[in-house]
């Protein structure tokens, strides 16, 4: 499929046609990658990582801030 690279800003750019867009299940402002590779321009479907709260805790390297908190009564429209 032939498309033409156009003027948009100080850019250039082309358009993707809805029906490549929905078969890659992409929308507008989705994150792609962009590669080089000998004469040809690859984009691709960005893989974001997924990480669990358990996984961003063991690679938490700072201080310990629970010392701060204070378990004291409730008060005000804190009592349900």
Known sequence: MEV???KWG??????IPSNILKSLKLKTNDVLDLRVEDDKIIILKSK???I????????????NLTKDFVWDDMQGKEIW
């Open 10 to 15: 100080n850019s250039d750019g082309i358009r």
């Open 4 to 6: 033409i690279l156009q």
């Open 48 to 50: 974001k990582e997924k």
């Open 52 to 63: 669990s709260l358990e996984s961003r805790f063991k690679k938490y390297n700072g201080e």
